[in-house]
């Protein structure tokens, strides 16, 4: 059974920092792209980045890029996202996402991706 934990997530003012951390657990981690995706209220869930298998590939939203960075860690099944700069537009659920098909290159679409349960972000002016 797949398992996306994410953890991390909180308030913090304009301009500050927040890492989240998504363990897995289920299946062979490293065989999987991964990524993070997030969902503001009354909008529909948008991509954030994507890391590749061995995490030497990654891909950004334009939204995010510069400021967020998207990294994993097989030895400890987890895949994380440091944000920097946040902004108020930052806030959100932010999903963990493991990419349906096993050894493929990492995408920007949702529905290539089975998602974790989220953790709330929380960017105040």
């Known amino acids: 059974q797949v398992m996306l934990v994410e953890s991390g997530g909180g308030l913090v003012q304009a301009g500050g920092s927040l890492r989240l951390s998504c363990t897995a657990s289920?299946?062979?981690?490293?065989?999987?792209?991964m990524g993070w995706f997030r969902q503001a209220p009354g909008e529909e869930r948008e991509f954030v980045a994507a890391v590749s298998r061995s995490g030497g590939s990654t891909i950004d939203a334009d939204t995010v890029k510069g400021r967020f960075t998207i990294s994993r860690d097989n030895a400890k099944n987890t895949v994380y996202l440091q944000m920097n700069s946040l902004k108020p537009e930052d806030t959100a659920v932010y999903y963990c996402?493991?990419?349906?098909?096993?050894?493929?290159?990492?995408?920007?679409?949702?529905?290539?991706?089975?998602w974790g349960k989220g953790t709330l972000v929380t960017v105040s002016s």
């Open positions: 996402a493991r990419d349906r098909i096993p050894f493929r290159t990492p995408t920007m679409t949702a529905a290539d991706y089975y």
């Open positions: 289920g299946f062979t981690f490293g065989s999987y792209a």
